[in-house]
């Protein structure tokens, strides 16, 4: 079993790794700062990768905040750019992981909140609602995080490869008018021109 997978289970950070700070910009002129939220790779944003550098700089910048680095995982974990979440990469170790989408197994509607124990102040039963986790999801989400291992692991890593590839292939063949972005088996081309992106919405379109 992964360490990441006993993070969920056991509630503990994965590990703990030294981090830099080299994230400027106005985060630096403000102390007030409660929590920072970030993607590691945006999904709709534009399959936008952080670098493992960016990431480590911006766990620092939170830490010297003293602000909670929250991370959403709900595109990108269970292993969609590779280890179980996207932010392995970095070393970093958030506060907070939102989970939700494939969690579910197979399809089935649930989210979870990883948090430190040190944050988890509520009492059993105090936060409800009525989009709380069924039983079904919850059967469906044990039996895919069984399916996690180091073999299956190596198998996702073998497709982002040749999916990757496929990607890089094209752009290679229409070079000026494709890039090639993404992580693991996030992946998507970019068209330079915003007008061959119109063509291509209306020729694919409904």
Not at 11 to 21: A, D, H, M
Not at 29 to 34: E, F, N, P, Y
Not at 165 to 186: F, T
């Amino acid at each position: 079993m992964k360490t990441s997978l006993r993070w969920i289970r056991r509630g503990r950070p994965r590990r703990n790794c030294p981090v830099r700070e080299n994230v400027g910009g106005p985060v630096r002129r403000h102390r007030s700062v409660a929590a920072i939220l970030v993607e590691s790779v945006q999904g709709e944003g534009g399959l936008n990768v952080a670098s493992a550098e960016w990431l480590g700089g911006l766990a620092a910048t939170a830490k010297r905040l003293g602000a909670l680095l929250i991370v959403d995982e709900i595109q990108t974990g269970c292993g969609r750019t590779g280890p179980f979440f996207s932010f392995e990469r970095a070393g970093i170790v958030p506060d907070i992981v939102c989970l939700a989408k494939s969690i579910g197994g197979y399809g089935l509607p649930m989210s979870l909140l990883l948090m430190r124990p040190g944050y988890d102040v509520w009492s059993p039963g105090e936060h409800s609602g009525t989009f709380g986790g069924n039983s079904l999801a919850f059967a469906t989400a044990a039996a895919a995080l069984d399916l996690w291992t180091d073999d299956f692991e190596k198998e996702v890593d073998r497709r982002s490869r040749i999916l990757t590839q496929w990607c890089r292939s094209l752009s290679v063949r229409h070079p000026g008018y494709l890039k090639a972005k993404g992580l693991g088996m996030m992946q998507g081309l970019e068209f330079t021109k915003p007008s061959d992106a119109d063509r291509a919405a209306r020729l694919c379109g409904p």
